[in-house]
C-alpha cells in the first residue's frame, strides 16, 4: 500500500512557473514508476509525465520542452517542475505509483493558469 500526498498547486499567470511535490508512504518508493496526471473540467484524465525507477522519462508532446519530472528516492518524492505555464494547463493534477498491477493515486492539487 502507498500513500501519496500532492502539493505545491495554485494560481499562476500564463508564462509563470510552479513545481509539485508528491510525497509517497507506506511502501518501497524506488521500485515504483511514478506519474503526474491531470484532468480538466469536462476532459479525461491524461498523462502529463511518468519517471521510471531507473530514472526513465516520458511526456506528453503538449508539454515537451515546458515540463520536467524528477524523483528523490532518499525523500520518497516525485516533482514536476511545469515552466511557461499556459491557461490549457489548467486542471487538477494527479500523482500516481505504479509496481506491477498495483496503482495508487493521490487526491490532486487544482492548478490554475490565468491572468
Known amino acids: 500500500q502507498v500513500q501519496l500526498v500532492e502539493s505545491g498547486g495554485g494560481l499562476v499567470q500564463p508564462g509563470g512557473s510552479l513545481r509539485l511535490s508528491c510525497a509517497a508512504s507506506?511502501?518501497?518508493?524506488?521500485?515504483?514508476?511514478m506519474g503526474w496526471y491531470r484532468q480538466a473540467p469536462g476532459k479525461q484524465r491524461e498523462l502529463v509525465a511518468v519517471?521510471?525507477?531507473?530514472?526513465?522519462?516520458n511526456s506528453a508532446d503538449s508539454v515537451k520542452g515546458r515540463f520536467t519530472i524528477s524523483r528523490d528516492n532518499a525523500k520518497n518524492t516525485v516533482y514536476l517542475q511545469m515552466n511557461s505555464l499556459k491557461p490549457e494547463d489548467t486542471a487538477v493534477y494527479y500523482c500516481?505509483?505504479?509496481?506491477?498491477?498495483?496503482?495508487?493515486w493521490g487526491r490532486g492539487t487544482q492548478v490554475t493558469v490565468s491572468s
Open positions: 507506506g511502501s518501497i518508493f524506488s521500485i515504483y514508476t
Open positions: 500516481n505509483a505504479k509496481y506491477q498491477s498495483n496503482r495508487y
Open positions: 519517471i521510471t525507477s531507473g530514472g526513465g522519462t
